[in-house]
Nanobody, 122 residues
Framework: QVQLVESGGGLVQAGGSLRLSCAAS????????MGWFRQAPGKEREFVGG????????YYADSVKGRFTISRDNAKNTVYLQMNSLKPEDTAVYYC???????????????WGQGTQVTVSS
């Protein structure tokens, strides 16, 4: 069982930055692939990006590539989403998720956090 808690959301102006954190419980965090998803009002949840268990491989949606960076610290059981050059269309609830497959793309996710709101004003 893995519990995930996101933090770091908030209100930021367009062009600004935020760093989201996702703290995980459990001793097996380092074996999980981790993903970030988001869901805007009236829209389906979408994959933002992910990182494999070792941190050596990352994936990004085209909409955030070059602006967002995912990293992880397995010693701290935490995965991060650094968001730069934010746009109003990045406004959404952001969720982190864990995959027991160890990878972050093309896999199912077993555990989800409760989400954190990110609002980007124009």
């Amino acid at each position: 069982q893995v519990q995930l808690v996101e933090s770091g959301g908030g209100l930021v102006q367009a062009g600004g930055s935020l760093r989201l954190s996702c703290a995980a419980s459990g001793r097996t965090f380092s074996s999980y692939g981790m993903g970030w998803f988001r869901q805007a009002p009236g829209k389906e949840r979408e994959f933002v990006g992910g990182i494999n268990w070792s941190g050596h491989t990352t994936y990004y949606a085209d909409s955030v590539k070059g602006r967002f960076t995912i990293s992880r610290d397995n010693a701290k059981n935490t995965v991060y989403l650094q968001m730069n050059s934010l746009k109003p269309e990045d406004t959404a609830v952001y969720y982190c998720a864990a995959s027991s497959k160890g990878q972050a793309f093309g896999v199912s996710y077993d555990y989800w956090g409760q989400g954190t709101q990110v609002t980007v004003s124009s």
